[in-house]
């Protein structure tokens, strides 16, 4: 019969942990930093911390580009790319929508 606790966590997988934790916050004080010096204000910054959280959603999400085309020649499943077009279609969109709502209503 098996125990209803769950198993203790390995050496590896506490300094891991401990790892993470130490750059979460050692990120802080160079956050504070980047926004007190950055040119523009905290608008930049904070874009480049949205654009970095979801680099890394993606990176492991494993939606690239590469693994889509990889997929469509080891698997020969094309969808993946479809999707991975559609995604790129949609960013593009975004973009210009974005770029065209600057340009109109801010001075």
């Known amino acids: 019969m098996r125990s209803a606790t769950k198993p203790a966590l390995t ?3 506490l300094a891991a942990r401990r790892q993470k934790l130490a ?7 160079l956050l504070g930093v980047a926004m007190q010096v950055a040119p523009g204000g905290w608008r930049p910054v904070t874009l480049w911390i949205i654009g970095l959280v979801l680099g890394v959603a ?8 590469a693994s889509a085309y990889r997929r469509m020649i080891s698997m020969n499943l094309v969808h993946y ?10 960013r593009l969109f ?14």
């Open 81 to 90: 790319v479809s999707a991975n077009a559609t995604y790129l279609l949609t």
């Open 58 to 65: 993606l990176y492991h999400a494993s939606f690239g580009f």
């Open 94 to 107: 975004a973009l210009f929508l974005f770029s065209w709502c600057v340009r109109t209503w801010l001075p």
């Open 11 to 13: 050496v590896f997988a």
């Open 23 to 29: 750059l979460a916050l050692a990120g802080l004080p």
